[in-house]
């Protein structure tokens, strides 16, 4: 007996440490009480402040992170159970789970984005990683770095010459810090991921018949061997098994053999960056077409303008009118359009895949399927680029509402404004008060609110909101949450 209750203690001890994810109204309001300020919930705790200091809270009201720091950063992207605090002018992380440091606060900057689970850090002018536990996997040595890709991270190592000029060495670490990949190397493109498919782009001083020094593109793979020479002026990373590269201010493409696959005998603006379908577009007399890996053209160079493949389709225009072809050039949906976007957005009818497109006729906007029956009518003033949580925000007539991706008006355009969804919530807007529709298109919260800080949206289950100049939270059930109390949205004046 007596070892159940030390479970059992020891079990409600557990829950306090690690912060409850279930709601407490009435601690919650009482905890809120005892602050200055605070913020909205994510991954189960808020933000909350103090005589200008911050720490975290529960949804039960329990301070899981003492109140005790400058600044803190609630969430570290790629980590999650991490935050980034700020304290006497220097910043560590904290795992949210214990509440308790897992670094100490030494550094002049840490990242919010862990990339392969590491994360960038900054002390002393200095550059290395830490992982998800804390620890510094790479030492804090470096000029510069790169997040982590394909489990290597691109470090660098400056040091001035006999004349004072800064000279950059660039090479890899592994995920255990080690220089897998010697600093030999003179510079790099600190857009480029680093390793992609394998390959890193990486570029060599050499110097040319007039003694001067000249900076060129080549590829080494992850054993530090180079596969492809070192003879581009400039190289973009592997994508799709092809790279775009720069030989005699002229572009194009070559595989992962070093062959060169498309002529580089384009300018710029002539080629696009990546082949996308195993397509790349390219304009030659003022006309576009396309090229397919063996370097062919398969599309003939005919259209006024084109956009890349997606989902097997491409957006090209014609006679100022844009329509869209396959990957063999035949023209699927008719040249009617104003503008044409892409055919990324994905919803299923049944077992059938259905794809949308975002298009502009006679000033108008709407959705179009890859057979090209209007799913969402082009009749509105405005629409949305993405649907969220199968829902777009359209405007008609100055007002606002949703369609879903069968084209219906779940929320009819009558507001001055509207959010997008978020868990199954968006707020609108109604005579300057704020409310919440459902997916039925149901007022589920009424326009009372004022608003906050920011848009309100639902995040773990709440909506930081405002209502006379009292800041607090809502729920779905209609509770408004404020410091020192709780009260139904039909009880509030």
Not at 52 to 73: C, F, R, S, T
Not at 249 to 254: A, L, P, Q, R, S
Not at 281 to 306: A, E, L, Q, S, T
Not at 425 to 437: P, T
Request: charged share 25%; net charge positive; proline share 4%.
């Amino acid at each position: 007996m007596n070892l159940l209750l030390l479970c059992f203690f020891l079990c409600i001890n557990s829950l306090t440490v690690f912060g409850s994810n279930n709601l407490d109204k009435e601690r919650l309001a009482q905890a809120l009480a005892r602050y200055d300020d605070f913020s909205h919930f994510e991954n189960g705790l808020a933000p909350v402040q103090k005589d200008e200091k911050w720490g975290l809270i529960d949804k039960a009201g329990n301070e899981v992170v003492p109140v005790i720091y400058d600044e803190i950063k609630n969430w570290i992207e790629g980590a999650d159970g991490l935050a980034r605090v700020f304290k006497n002018d220097k910043y560590g992380l904290i795992d949210k789970t214990i509440g308790r440091e897992i670094t100490p606060l030494v550094y002049d900057w840490i990242e919010d984005f862990a990339s392969e689970g590491f994360i960038i850090v900054k002390k002393n002018g200095k550059y290395g990683f830490v992982d998800k536990q804390g620890r510094e996997v790479v030492p804090v040595i470096y000029d510069r770095v790169k997040d982590f890709s394909e489990g290597f991270a691109l470090v660098c190592i400056a040091k001035r010459n006999q004349w004072g000029a800064w000279k950059y060495r660039y090479g890899f670490v592994d995920t255990n810090g080690k220089e897998v990949i010697p600093l030999i190397y003179s510079d790099s493109h600190m857009w480029s991921a680093g390793f992609s498919e394998g390959f890193a782009t990486l570029y060599k001083t050499k110097t040319d018949e007039n003694g001067r020094e000249i900076s060129r593109a080549g590829f080494i793979n992850k054993r530090g061997k180079e596969v492809v020479p070192f003879i581009y002026e400039e190289a973009y990373d592997f994508f799709n098994g092809m790279a775009h590269v720069r030989k005699n201010n002229k572009w194009g493409f070559i595989n992962k053999r070093g062959k060169e696959v498309i002529p580089i005998i384009y300018d710029y603006r002539e080629i696009g960056r990546q082949f996308n379908d195993g397509l790349v577009w390219f304009r030659r007399d003022g006309k576009y077409g396309f090229f397919n890996k063996r370097g062919r053209v398969v599309i003939p160079p005919i259209y006024d303008g084109v956009r890349n493949f997606s989902q097997g389709m491409a957006a090209v225009k014609k006679n100022g009118k844009w329509g869209y072809i396959n990957r063999r050039g035949r023209v699927v949906i008719p040249f009617i359009y104003d503008s044409a976007g892409y055919f990324p957005w994905e919803h299923r009818e049944g077992e059938q895949l259905v794809n949308l497109a975002r298009v502009r006729r006679n000033g108008k906007y709407g959705f179009i399927d890859n057979r090209g029956r209007e799913v969402v009518p082009v009749i509105y003033d405005r629409i949305g680029h993405s649907f969220r949580e199968g829902f777009v925000e359209i405007t008609k007539n100055r007002r606002r509402g949703f369609v879903n991706k069968r084209g219906e008006e779940i929320v009819p355009p009558i507001y001055s404004s509207v959010g997008s969804f978020n868990e199954g919530m968006a707020f609108f807007q109604r005579n300057h008060r704020l409310g919440f529709v459902d997916k039925t298109g149901k007022e589920v919260i009424p326009p009372i609110f004022h608003s906050a800080p920011f848009a309100p949206f639902f995040s773990d289950g709440l909506a930081l909101i405002g209502k006379n100049g009292v800041k607090g939270f809502v729920d779905k059930q209609g509770n408004f949450i404020y410091p020192g109390g709780v009260k139904l949205i039909n009880s509030i004046e």
